[in-house]
């Protein structure tokens, strides 16, 4: 069985902080690594995509992969109100399915 | 550009029925794949078409089925519905088949009563 694992939260941050969220993954043939935003009541919105050890920065995110020690995370950097949702990890093999972890949820106050 | 369509976008129906939800990919996308996902979960992975043919199966009934038309547009059917079927049905657009950004329609709501 492939297990995607995340800390369900909530993680609570003060508006402007920088927030951490955290993902380990049991398979160690896995390739491809996604953070999924997902709003109360929408659907998925991808944010982040890493395929190789290191560090990759988008705007205010950064997603960490470090295959060694089967854990990909996410940091938010000057973390907004709107950040405020459930934050999803997806992990593939070499193959096609998307295996979630159950998703964080973020709660950034003002 | 248009995104990930699905229809309907909610859905009650009755114990033992029937049901066909739809969903056209981004323009250019090969692949549709099809997940659920019940509250409080991670999305489960259902199936996956590639080039009009099955992929990919999950962990689910044989109630469950799909097929990709020539336009890459797909249909998940559900037969014999249970209470336990009621969740958000998401469909996911991706340019191939392995290793590649996946992105999520507005999804189907289906309440099972």
């Known amino acids: 069985q492939k297990e995607v694992e995340q800390n369900s939260g909530p993680l609570s941050v003060p508006e402007g902080a920088i927030a951490s969220l955290n993902c380990t993954y049991s398979?160690?043939?896995?390739?491809?690594f996604f953070w999924y935003r997902q709003y109360s009541g929408k659907s998925p919105e991808l944010i982040m995509s890493?395929?190789?050890?290191g560090d990759k920065e988008d705007g205010r995110f950064t997603a960490q992969l470090n295959k060694a020690s089967q854990y990909v995370s996410l940091l938010i950097r000057d973390s907004q109100p709107s950040d405020s949702a459930t934050y999803l990890c997806?992990?593939?093999?070499?193959?096609?399915?998307?295996?979630f972890g159950k998703g964080t949820s973020l709660l950034v106050t003002p | 550009d248009a995104g990930v369509t699905q229809s309907p976008t909610h859905l009650i129906k009755t114990r033992g029925q029937h049901v066909t939800l739809r969903c056209s990919p981004i323009?250019?996308?090969?692949?549709v794949s099809w997940y659920q996902q019940v509250l409080g979960q991670g999305p489960q992975f259902i199936f996956q078409?590639?080039?009009?043919?099955?992929?990919g199966r999950g962990n689910f009934p044989d109630r469950f089925s799909a097929r990709q038309f020539p336009n890459y547009s797909s249909e998940l059917n559900v037969n014999a519905l249970l209470l336990g079927d009621s969740a958000l049905y998401l469909c996911?657009?991706?340019?191939?088949?392995?290793?590649?950004?996946?992105?999520f329609g507005q999804g189907t709501r289906l309440t099972v009563v």
């Open positions: 398979d160690r043939g896995s390739q491809s």
């Open positions: 890493i395929y190789s050890n």
């Open positions: 323009s250019g996308h090969k692949s």
């Open positions: 997806a992990v593939t093999d070499s193959g096609y399915a998307l295996n």
């Open positions: 996911a657009s991706s340019l191939s088949a392995v290793n590649t950004e996946a992105f």
């Open positions: 078409y590639y080039e009009k043919e099955e992929r």
